[in-house]
């Protein structure tokens, strides 16, 4: 007996799938390399909402068959799970500690960080990456970077998070080696916040 189809958007993914998950792997891993840095988008693909292009294109790259992905409500409500699973082949977690990445359109009402896979002392590398769709990598709260990967001093004032935010990753980055590393989409633009990032408000 044949399963049933899944009802998949008919909507691209990256128009170029090789060269252009190169060029966004690359932007996503300099995003990360120099935290605070906004790095441009290079391939934003229409997705279904309320995914963004930027989001998007991030979730094409880093999804696999082997990557558990996890969504906020406002994910589900419409066709971005059928779009990626078609796309990128990856299971959905039912909760945000089974998920390797978690794509999340609403911040203001993200679980807390401490929710999600924080991973263990002997293998720090499978806690969750997080994606949080801003409305913008500026206007938001001005907070000061330090850490690998920051010449002295960075500032970042990602707009639309929690208010409680930044006081939850000064929780996180002292649970290093562990705890959550941290992807913004910006509406043209990633920037990133590894667990190693300290930040003064």
């Known amino acids: 007996m044949m399963a049933a189809p899944i009802n998949v958007p008919l909507l691209p993914g990256l128009p170029d799938p090789v060269l252009d998950s190169q060029r966004v792997f690359r932007a996503g891993l300099d995003s990360l390399a120099r935290p605070g840095r906004v790095v441009p988008a290079p391939v934003v693909p229409d997705g279904p909402r309320p995914l963004t292009g930027v989001a998007g294109a991030l979730a094409l790259t880093l999804l696999d068959f082997e990557t558990p992905l996890w969504l906020d409500m406002a994910m589900t409500a419409g066709g971005v799970a059928d779009y990626l699973k078609f796309h990128c082949g990856m299971p959905l977690a039912t909760a945000p500690a089974d998920a390797q990445f978690a794509l999340i ?83 043209d633009a990633y920037a990133a916040l590894p667990r190693t990032t300290r930040v003064e408000v």
């Open 105 to 187: 359109a609403e911040p203001v009402v993200m679980p807390a960080l401490e929710v999600f896979n924080q991973g263990i002392a002997e293998y720090p590398e499978r806690s969750t990456t997080l994606i949080l769709q801003v409305p913008s990598l500026t206007g938001g709260t001005a907070v000061t970077l330090s850490g690998p990967g920051i010449r002295e001093r960075a500032s970042l004032a990602v707009a639309g998070l929690p208010a409680n935010f930044w006081q939850q990753w000064v929780d996180n980055r002292a649970l290093f080696p562990c705890g959550v590393d941290i992807i913004f989409a910006g509406p």
